[in-house]
């Protein structure tokens, strides 16, 4: 149980092309959802908190135009790179967590997206 | 907001030794702390968690032992075998509604054969 899907697994676009990921919750519902960014080497940044039925809540520095969030049922949310650019290039994970649970997150398998 | 520091960034122990990674945190008021594995372009994986009512949580050859006074928790891994090579990191939920997770910075831990 608790599994995360994401799609794609990996993208390369042309930059100012606008790329979009999908994260699943295939066997719960998840009213939150987080989307992080991780880049080589380094941790997983939180980039944005997303709720089912209400805007996205994005962390400092994140621009929220350009990250775009759509969370519209309980097991789906999306998350919209804008005109993509080379320096977006990087490791996209999303979370879920189980509407029960308060705590623990699962994770979905990640979105590889490099920007040329 | 909650800070959470992480060392040692990178560990080798000999296979069947034990490893330590250690983490501090700022907010007095987080309240739960997962432990998650992550292998080379893979999901982090959640290996054990820890709750503030809790001081020490073991599953087989993993442990985690938290110091709520010092604000601090340690992952502990005997018996260590090369499938446990991976990056681990420690996490502390964010008091809030949000619960969000902070992350540490990660350890690579190489368990040589």
């Known amino acids: 149980g608790a599994v995360v899907s994401q799609h794609p697994s990996w993208v390369i676009c042309k930059s100012g092309t606008s790329v979009k990921i999908e994260c699943r919750s295939l066997?719960?519902?998840?009213?939150?959802m987080f989307w992080y960014r991780q880049f080589p080497k380094q941790s997983l940044m939180l980039m944005a908190t997303?709720?089912?039925?209400?805007?996205?809540?994005?962390e400092q520095g994140v621009e929220k135009d350009k990250f775009l969030i759509n969370h519209a049922s309980l097991t789906l949310s999306t998350l919209t790179v804008t005109s993509a650019h080379p320096e977006d290039s990087s490791f996209y994970i999303c979370?879920?967590?189980?509407?029960?649970?308060?705590?623990?997150?699962?994770f979905g398998p990640g979105t590889r997206l490099l920007v040329l | 907001g909650e800070n959470v520091e992480q060392h040692p960034s990178t560990l080798s122990v000999q296979e069947g030794d034990s490893a330590v990674i250690k983490c501090t945190y700022s907010d007095s008021a987080s309240n739960y702390f997962p432990w998650y594995k992550q292998e080379l372009g893979k999901r982090p994986q959640l290996i054990i968690d820890i709750r503030s009512n809790v001081g020490e949580k073991k599953d087989q050859r993993i442990a985690v032992t938290l110091n709520k006074t010092a604000k601090h928790f340690s992952l502990h891994i005997t018996e260590t075998q090369p499938e446990d090579s991976a990056v681990y990191f420690c996490?502390?939920?964010?008091?809030?509604?949000?619960?969000?997770?902070?992350f540490g910075s990660g350890t690579q831990l190489t368990v040589l054969p």
């Open positions: 996490a502390a939920h964010l008091s809030g509604s949000a619960r969000q997770l902070t």
């Open positions: 997303s709720n089912e039925g209400s805007k996205a809540t994005y």
């Open positions: 066997d719960f519902q998840a009213t939150t």
């Open positions: 979370s879920a967590r189980i509407t029960s649970d308060q705590e623990t997150q699962y």
